[in-house]
């Protein structure tokens, strides 16, 4: 059985807090990494949002030779994405974070800052309208289950 766990204002590490879970509670789990596209991620944001850009796309793994490989960090004050592709260039790579900026139905005088890593850690830098909490968790989660990785916490 395979279950989420969801921490507010969570330690800067999880696994030694799990891990002390674990010894007080006797839980017999697992902590098992999952690792998502964040430029994916934010897409299920995306459909919801009044507006919407990313302001930063790091990215590594990027090859430039046979034995070679560069991270990169694409940021701008407007939506990144066009530049940072035509910077890519069909080459592989690996996108570690995305900044975004949106701008809900239920806030139009505020942008809310969010931060998607490849780990499925949500930072939220600003008063996050309410409408956008399961937009976040539920796009999380789908994007778990279509790359077939386990949620962080598996029962044993």
Known sequence: VNIGLELIDPPRTVRPFISRLHKMMGLGMTVKDSFVNPLSWSEHIEKAAERF??????????????????????????????????????????????????ISEEDRDNACSIELRR???????????????????DGLNSEIKKNKTAPNIKSS
């Not at 790091?58 to 990144?80: C, F, L, Y």
């Open 53 to 102: 850009w990313i302001t930063e796309i790091q990215a590594g793994n990027i090859g430039i030779s046979d034995d070679s490989v560069v991270k990169i960090t694409a940021n701008g004050s407007s939506d990144v994405r066009e530049d940072f592709f035509d910077f890519i260039d069909g080459r592989q790579h690996e996108i570690q974070c995305v900044k975004v900026n949106v």
């Open 119 to 137: 780990n499925g850690v949500a930072k939220l830098y600003s008063e996050t309208p309410h409408i956008l909490y399961p937009l976040i968790r």
